[in-house]
Every structure is written in C-alpha cells, then in structure tokens.
C-alpha cells in the first residue's frame, strides 16, 4: 500500500479508529469520507482517534480486527488510550485453507546472487565465525580468560575504545578538580581505532556466548539449550567450535551432541570438547582450549566466500521499542521483503508468539494443512494458558515505551508487528528451538522479549535478521548480522549510530512500501557478501540469551 503525504491514515476499510502521522492540536478539523468533524483531544502523532463516537464496552477495529473494547465512551474524534480502552482479540479456531497470497514481482532480484560460505551440509553463510560456548554457567569465568587470550591477539578487537576518556577522568581526579568540575568537564571523544590486523582473513570473528544456564534448572530448559547451542553449532554461519563443560551439570555434552546430530547427522565441522572435571586443572583445561582452537581456526580459515543463490537466505524478522509507526512503515516493508525471498524460494521466520495475538485465525488459515495449523494454535493456545497461570497473559506484553508511542493493547501491537510476515502460506510451525528445514515463510515459538527472540531466531538458521524498532534498540547478535530498520525519520536521525535503515519514508510520503522493501533487499544481498557491515556489528552489540520456558513474554 501507498502512502500518500497526510495528517492521518485509516489502515484498514473495516477500521473504526484514524491513526495520526503528525501532532494534531485539539480543535483540528478532520475531513474523512466526505464527513468532517473536529478533534475532541489533543492526538499525538502514533496515536488513535474514534471515527465516530464510540460508547462503552463498544469493539474497535484496526488492521482489520479487533485489537480492543472500550471502557467508556470515546467521543468523535477523541483519544484511544489506556484510560479507556482495554485489551480484547477475536477467538481462533480450525478454519479452511486460505493459501493465495500476492505473490510480488521479483524481476528485479531474479539474476542476483550472493557470496557466502558454503557448508557441507548445503547451506550457505553470510559470515565466518568461530564460537567458544560454555554448557553451563559454571564454565563463564574460563570462556572469559579465552576471550581476553585470543580476540585482541588475533586482531578481532572492536575498533572503539573509551581508555582515553578515563585517562582524561583520571588527570582532572590528580589535578583536584571537584565533582562539579569534572562532570562539567569537555571530554573529548576517543578517536576509533583502527582494526588490528587479522592473522586469519577468512575468520569474521571469534564470538563467546555466555549464559546463566546449564544446571540448577528444569530439564526441559537445559535440554532446551543443549538445542539452542546445537543450532549455533550448525549454523552456516559458524566454521567451528570450542565447548566447555563442568562435567556434572544437567545439560550433558552426550545431549547436545544428539541435538547436533538432529540438525546435520553428517557434522563435520572442527569442533573442540572439553570437560574441566575430566581434563583436571584449570591451567590444564585452558591450555588444551587454547591449542586445541587455534588449530580449527587454521582449518576454518580454509573456507572462501563464493556465489549462492538468494534462495539459500534464510532472515530472521524481528521488532523491539515498536511504535504506533511499526505496523505501517518498516513492519510492512519487511512483509514485502519477505514475500520478495519466499517466491524466490528463501526462508523467513516470524516469531514472538505473544506478538501474534489477536492474528491466530489468519496465521492458522494461511497454513499449508491443517497439522500446521493445529500445532500453531496449540503452541498460542497453551503459552498463554502458561503466562495466565502465573497471573499474566498476552495482554501484558505492551511495554511502556510501547504504550507511550501508541501501542496501548496487545492486539493493536500485534496485528502490526504480524505484517512483518508478509502474505505468503506458512511453510511450517516450529517450536523452541527447533531447526528450519522448509523454505517459505515459518512461525517459530519464541516470546516477545526481542533478544530472547533473536537468540532464537538465529539458533534456528536465521542467517541475516532483520529488526525494526520505532523507540531505538541497541541489541544485536554474536554470529548472524542484525540490521536495524527505523519506523520513522525522527528516530533514525537521533540514532544515526545504531539504525541502518530508515523506512519513515513511508510515512512521509516519500516512497512506497514495495519501494523500501526493494531498498532493504539490496542492502540484505550487499551485506550477506560481506560488502557493508551493519552498526550492530560495528558497535560488537553481540546479544545472547537463551529462553527459560518459564513465563517471557
């Protein structure tokens, strides 16, 4: 859909609420559908207002479904808030296929490929990483002594440093300036430093994944993250691993390498397994860790970037300090992304189930069969009967920043950030953490919490993620690029140091929706070459963090 340069915007024919793409004052006259009528609030850009006069307990619509119930009376062209609107969705049940979807136009993409790291088991990565992970959170301390051994070393430090601005600190503190002085004080900023040089120039990087998990917890959470770190292991975009474990822990090296056998039964990527309680001391443990890793990184780096095609893509589609804007802007735009790789034969991943509330009839109807869509509905169905039980539910999702920029239900939350996965069928429901194998689009169980949910997206093949934020999300991930798109103009220009790309555009009127899809597809196919570098990975924003199955919404 296009949008034109307006006031206001009514998503949906069957809506009865305007959303507002600038400030409107109180007294505003609004011309809609040959009727106009005056503003009975102040509406602030992102938000909502009643078309016509809405009384209590009366249903609004946006995007086309029900995203809540009154609690008083909305006059005309008053404000939807949290003082008078609460969180209500349609109910959801088996229905009848509905597979035809608007297939896009992929001329423009038809002859591009990408240059990646081919794997033996077919897939292709966007980068080369090497990954030292611990089975349990006993083992952090040793991957942390790793760490400072090899990054710096191997020239894999991040450019930035603030060391400078502490020594500035630090003359003022011994010249006996007072706290006044110093905070009052012109630091200057730390020139960025330039890259050490890499020994191994085929090696992205050498990324270290704590964690707080491994013992102490459920069974399910530990077998949970034996798979969660199998998918890491697998992923196109890793070379290689080291692994460290306790020995006496729940999560066991025998389970996770069942669970890596799951995802590729024919692994042969270097990997390097060590148990402390089993190799003795600790100097012993972090010798062999040492020289152990080293050696696979001298047979990783063997591996070059060459062509692929655009269907070995596989994008993680994910949100985070989502505004009023997101279900119209970037969210949308990455729905036509999304369309543009499933008919070329790629895969996506839509996920944070709590996120899909209140869109379970559609999703379950666009299902390939009826199996898919009863897993989706029972994965929906008993994550919020788990999230009720301990006093919550799908309704609290919205946070207060969400809440602030317009998104005061869960529904209106989610019916927006749902265009995120375009139109097309859905290839397949998959649980925590489990692998995509069908290309097309995919529903993946995760909860909202945007870095829960990007570890998982990645744990299941994403090999790019791409992640749009309204409010500003400084997050990112160890091994899979995670590029930041703006909902709107503002942000992007007050952020310009951690957003990648602006779809406010859209709002302004000055693109298409298909535009900026194409737009962001370019970028995506320069970045899975290595030929740009997103500021998630610029800024070393490598975010890791296993879901607990307890309630996380």
């Not at 009727?35 to 006069?53: C, G, M, P, W, Y």
């Not at 997101?326 to 990455?334: C, E, K, Q």
């Not at 999300?473 to 930041?484: L, M, Q």
Request: hydrophobic share 35%; charged share 20%; aromatic share 6%.
């Amino acid at each position: 859909m296009s949008i034109q340069k307006e006031t206001f915007l009514r998503i949906h024919p069957h809506d009865n609420v305007l959303v507002a793409l600038q400030n409107l004052e109180q007294g505003t006259p609004i011309t809609f559908e040959g009727n106009t009528f005056t503003l009975a609030d102040r509406i602030a850009a992102k938000h909502k207002f009643a078309i016509n006069e809405l009384k209590t307990g009366q249903e609004i619509y946006m995007y086309g479904v029900l995203v809540g119930k009154t609690t008083s009376t909305i006059p005309q062209g008053g404000l939807l808030s949290t003082q008078n609107v609460h969180h209500a969705s349609d109910g959801f049940r088996l229905g009848e296929r509905k597979l035809s979807w608007h297939q896009p136009d992929t001329r423009n993409f038809d002859s591009k490929t990408f240059n990646g790291y081919h794997r033996a088991d077919g897939s292709v990565g966007t980068a080369n990483y090497w990954i030292v992970v611990p089975l349990v959170f006993c083992e952090n301390r040793n991957i942390n002594v790793l760490k400072e051994a090899l990054v710096d070393k191997l020239g894999y430090k991040k450019a930035k440093s603030y060391d400078g601005d502490v020594e500035q600190l630090m003359e003022l503190y011994q010249a006996g300036k007072s706290v006044e002085e110093i905070l009052n004080a012109d630091i200057q900023a730390s020139a960025e430093k330039a890259d050490s040089k890499r020994l191994f120039k085929n090696i992205d990087g050498i990324k270290f994944l704590n964690h707080s998990m491994g013992c102490g917890g459920t069974k399910d959470d530990s077998d949970a993250l034996c798979g969660l770190i199998a998918g890491y292991i697998t992923h196109p975009n890793v070379a290689g691993a080291t692994v460290l474990s306790l020995g006496c822990q729940h999560a066991q090296v025998s389970i996770l390498q069942a669970e890596i056998a799951k995802r590729d039964p024919n692994f042969s990527k270097p990997m390097v397994v060590l148990e402390q309680q089993k190799v003795g001391t600790e100097s012993e443990l972090l010798k062999q860790a040492l020289k152990q890793t080293f050696a696979g990184l001298v047979q990783a780096n063997q591996n070059q970037r060459q062509p692929a095609p655009l269907s070995k893509l596989c994008i993680g589609l994910e949100c985070g300090g989502s505004d009023g804007f997101s279900g119209i802007s970037a969210n949308p735009a990455l729905g036509y992304v999304s369309d543009l790789l499933v008919a070329m034969g790629g895969s996506v991943i839509l996920a944070e189930f709590p996120e899909l509330c209140g869109v379970e009839q559609e999703l379950s109807d666009r299902c390939v069969d009826e199996e898919t869509a009863n897993r989706f509905m029972q994965l929906m169905t008993t994550y919020n009967a788990r999230a009720e039980a301990d006093g919550s539910g799908f309704y609290a999702n919205p946070s207060p920043g969400n809440i602030r920029d317009g998104l005061i239900t869960d529904a209106i939350k989610s019916a927006g950030a749902a265009k995120k996965g375009g139109t097309s069928p859905v290839a397949a429901v998959l649980d925590y953490p489990e692998k995509v194998t069908k290309p097309g689009l995919n529903l993946l169980c995760t909860p909202g919490s945007d870095v829960e949910s990007t570890t998982a997206e990645v744990g299941s093949g994403a090999n790019i993620v791409l992640f749009t934020t309204g409010l500003g999300t400084p997050t990112g991930n160890p091994i899979t690029p995670v590029v930041k798109l703006s909902t709107n103009t503002a942000m992007f220009e007050r952020m310009p140091d951690i957003i990648d790309i602006n779809c406010g555009t859209i709002i302004e009127g000055e693109e298409t929706i298909q535009q900026v899809g194409e737009r962001i597809l370019n970028y995506v196919i320069q970045l899975a070459s290595g030929e740009v570098e997103p500021k998630s990975v610029k800024l070393g924003q490598d975010d890791f963090i296993p879901w607990k199955r307890g309630v996380s919404l």
